[in-house]
Nanobody, 115 residues
Framework: QVQLVESGGGLVQDGGSLRLSCAAS????????RGWYRQAPGEQRELVAT??????TNYADSVKGRFTISRNSAENWYLQMNSLKPEDTAVYYC??????????WGMGTRVTVSS
């Protein structure tokens, strides 16, 4: 089992920046993919960014060039969000997939971008 806790959400103006953090605990060495998803009101949860073990990353088209996923240890990873837009407003979820492709989720952190 893996437990995930997000932090760093908040209210920011259009064009501003935020950095989200995810802290993992438990069987962290079984994790093969680390990532971020988001869910806007009335919308389905969508992928924002992922990183696999070799460091390769993948981003949603809507955030390419503005968001960056990174990690500094096996148990901590981040989402740097620059040039934020009102349409980025959502609850952001930390995600991990283990080697058996099981998904783990945090409780979410809210990001609100005001125009």
């Amino acid at each position: 089992q893996v437990q995930l806790v997000e932090s760093g959400g908040g209210l920011v103006q259009d064009g501003g920046s935020l950095r989200l953090s995810c802290a993992a605990s438990g069987n962290i060495f079984t994790m093969s993919v680390r990532g971020w998803y988001r869910q806007a009101p009335g919308e389905q949860r969508e992928l924002v960014a992922t990183m696999v073990k070799d460091g390769s990353t993948n981003y949603a088209d809507s955030v390419k060039g503005r968001f960056t996923i990174s990690r500094n240890s096996a148990e901590n990873w981040y989402l740097q969000m620059n040039s934020l837009k009102p349409e980025d407003t959502a609850v952001y979820y930390c995600n991990a997939k283990d080697v058996w492709r099981r998904d783990y989720w945090g409780m979410g952190t809210r990001v609100t971008v005001s125009s």
